[in-house]
């Protein structure tokens, strides 16, 4: 059942993530990311790693993305129009696409799939109060003031000068 899961999550998130990688609207990419986070989070559940799933959810599918889309919605960004796509870009997609379904091919047809749902060793319990102690709070304290300084850079930049 875990395995069954595990690997309808992991279709999930890339699907969800070739949506992002396509979808030239950026709020729908921006939302196709949080279901991308979602399984991602799902499958650290999976492995044994509970508090990695929440801070994915917490942090990066919640906090982040919520100051993602609104930075996108300041700035009205308008979606791609027309034939600005460059023949190169999709190209290059294109072969991206191909190498991964041809690892992920070769491995699923070798049967190595490395450590697989049982074999996954979850991080100590330990790891919270280590990045909550003293010698990472300097670090979280500069992580609030670059974000800050990324939302009043966005205001800045949505800023309209009047005639």
Do not use: H, W
């Not at 009205?76 to 600005?84: D, H, I, L, Q, Y």
């Not at 991206?96 to 992920?104: D, I, K, N, P, T």
């Not at 490395?114 to 280590?130: I, K, L, T």
């Not at 304290?141 to 800050?148: D, G």
């Amino acid at each position: 059942m875990d395995a069954a899961l595990f690997y309808l999550l992991g279709a999930l998130a890339l699907g969800s993530s070739i949506v992002v990688i396509a979808q030239p609207n950026p709020i729908r990419s921006a939302l196709a990311l949080i279901v991308t986070l979602c399984c991602l989070a799902g499958i650290f559940g999976l492995l044994g790693s509970p508090f990695i799933a929440a801070l994915q959810v917490i942090v990066y599918a919640g906090a982040i993305m919520v100051l993602f889309l609104f930075v996108l919605m300041l700035l009205n960004v308008e979606p791609e129009r027309g034939p600005g796509r460059s023949r190169q870009l999709t190209f290059a997609a294109v072969a991206l696409a191909v190498a991964l379904s041809a690892q992920l091919g070769s491995v699923l047809v070798r049967g190595d799939r490395g450590a697989g749902v049982e074999g996954f060793r979850a991080p100590s319990v330990d790891m919270a109060r280590v990045l909550f102690s003293e010698s990472f709070l300097y670090a979280f304290e500069a992580v609030a003031v670059l974000i800050l300084a990324a939302l009043v850079g966005a205001v800045v930049l949505a800023k309209r000068e009047l005639p």
